[in-house]
């Protein structure tokens, strides 16, 4: 078969940027443990309230973890418990939340902290908070006729 110098190649080439992208991948997995950020963790989303760490929502300082702090958010139409909290400057942070109904959106503006919550799961986020002020917690998944209500806030401060 006769196959012309530039579609060899192109061929050569495509083969080689699929390899490439299998071992960043493979790598990625398998060595650094990189896995999808929710679907780890379920949770019985009627039991939200009675289950640890969600019948305390808010900050709690933790030891012995590679974060200083825990910061926990139940979702719920249409609100964030807790509605507004305060974190220090410079904490490093865990963000878990989850949702008591349907989904909703945990987009935290200025950082890039955007999570789904999904009835039944865990999301979390580890994160610091390097810049003091304040930072809006919005829903940015439909839920409903309050839907663009649901916000919370976190006040970093020194
Ligand atoms: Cu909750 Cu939109």
């Given at each position: 078969m006769h196959m012309h110098k530039f579609e060899k190649v192109w061929?050569?080439?495509?083969?080689?940027?699929?390899?490439?992208?299998?071992?960043?991948?493979?790598?990625?997995?398998?060595?650094?443990?990189?896995q999808p950020p929710s679907c780890l963790a379920t949770i019985d989303p009627e039991k939200v309230d009675t289950t640890?760490?969600?019948n305390e929502p808010g900050l709690k300082k933790v030891e012995g973890k590679d974060w200083d702090y825990e910061l926990v958010f139940v979702a719920q139409?249409?609100?964030?418990t807790p509605g507004e909290v305060e974190v220090p400057l410079g904490a490093?942070?865990?963000?878990?939340?989850?949702?008591?109904?349907?989904?909703?959106?945990?987009?935290?503006?200025?950082?890039n902290i955007n999570m789904m919550v999904e009835p039944g799961y865990i999301s979390e986020h580890v994160t610091v908070f390097d810049k003091p002020g304040e930072y809006l917690i919005?829903?940015?998944?439909y839920c409903g006729t309050g839907h663009h209500m649901m916000t919370s806030k976190i006040k970093v401060v020194e």
């Open positions: 061929l050569i080439f495509g083969v080689a940027a699929l390899l490439v992208f299998l071992t960043v991948l493979g790598v990625s997995a398998f060595y650094l443990g990189n640890a760490p969600f139409a249409f609100a964030y490093k942070v865990k963000v878990i939340a989850t949702t008591k109904d349907v989904i909703h959106g945990f987009e935290v503006a200025g950082t919005l829903c940015n998944e």
